[in-house]
C-alpha cells in the first residue's frame, strides 16, 4: 500500500530537549516536505528536499533541521524545542516532472512543547 | 502575506444539498490549484485539482472552478452527504516552480442530516 509514515503520532516533551520526528514514504517520490498546522494558519512548509542531499528552507524553517540521506526518508529535527513549536505537522510526499503535483500526507504528529 | 485565502472558516449544509467552498488567490504566478479534504487525526487526502488552462473539472460530485481574471476557485460539491463533512483545503502552486503548495486556512464543512 502506498502511503506516508510519521512516527511518532504524539508527543509530549520539555523545552529543550533535543527531538526528531520520521518520516518515511514507499511510493518512490523525489520531493519531500513537512509543514505544520495551525488554527487559523492553515499548512505552512517548514522545509522540502527536491531529492537525495538535496534540501531548502520552506516559509518557516526557523528552529527545524532536516536532512536527506535516503530517497524514502525525511527525517524533521528539533534542536532545541520551544513551546511556539506546538503544533501538528505533517510530512508529504511526491514526484517530480510527471506534471502530477498531488502531494501524499501521512497521518500527522501532534507535538505539545512544555 | 496570505497567498492563498479561504475567507469562510466554517460551512454548513443539509445533506443533499450543494456544497460550496470558496477560495481567493493573490499570485499570479500560481498555475495549479488542488482541493485537499482533511478528517480529523488524519492527514490532508487529495481530492481534485485544476490546471490555469482550464476553467472547470470534475470529478463525480465533485466539481471545481477556476475564474483567472478574479484569481478566483470554487468546489462544488452535489450531493452533499454527511461523510463529506471535514475540512477543506484549497492549495496553489506555480508548476514551473517544483512542487511548492501554498495552503489557505481551510473551510470546516458540516453536511447535516
Known amino acids: 500500500e502506498a502511503q506516508v509514515t510519521q512516527n511518532p503520532r504524539y508527543l509530549i516533551t520539555v523545552t529543550g530537549k533535543k527531538l526528531t520526528v520520521t518520516c518515511s514514504q514507499n511510493m518512490n517520490h523525489e520531493y519531500m516536505s513537512w509543514y505544520r498546522q495551525d488554527p487559523g494558519l492553515g499548512l505552512r512548509q517548514i522545509y522540502y528536499s527536491m531529492n537525495v542531499e538535496v534540501t531548502d528552507k520552506g516559509d518557516v524553517p526557523e528552529g527545524y533541521k532536516v536532512s536527506r540521506k535516503e530517497k524514502r526518508n525525511f527525517p524533521l529535527i528539533l534542536e532545541s524545542p520551544s513551546p511556539n513549536q506546538t503544533s501538528l505537522y505533517f510530512c508529504?510526499?511526491?514526484?517530480?516532472?510527471?506534471?502530477?503535483?498531488?502531494?501524499?500526507f501521512g497521518p500527522g504528529t501532534r507535538l505539545t512543547v512544555t | 502575506d496570505q497567498q492563498v485565502k479561504q475567507n469562510s472558516p466554517s460551512l454548513s449544509v443539509q445533506e443533499g444539498r450543494i456544497s460550496i467552498l470558496n477560495c481567493d488567490y493573490t499570485?499570479?504566478?500560481?498555475?495549479?490549484f488542488l482541493w485537499y479534504k482533511k478528517y480529523p487525526a488524519e492527514g490532508p487526502t487529495f481530492l481534485i485539482s485544476i490546471s490555469s488552462i482550464k476553467d472547470k473539472n470534475e470529478d463525480g460530485r465533485f466539481t471545481v472552478f477556476l475564474n483567472k481574471s478574479a484569481k478566483h476557485l470554487s468546489l462544488h460539491i452535489v450531493p452533499s452527504q454527511p461523510g463529506d463533512s471535514a475540512v477543506y483545503f484549497c492549495?496553489?502552486?506555480?508548476?514551473?516552480?517544483?512542487?511548492?503548495?501554498?495552503f489557505g486556512t481551510g473551510t470546516q464543512l458540516k453536511v447535516e442530516l
Open positions: 492549495a496553489a502552486l506555480r508548476t514551473g516552480g517544483g512542487n511548492k503548495l501554498t
Open positions: 499570485n499570479s504566478m500560481f498555475d495549479y
Open positions: 508529504a510526499s511526491s514526484s517530480l516532472g510527471t506534471g502530477v503535483f498531488e502531494q501524499y
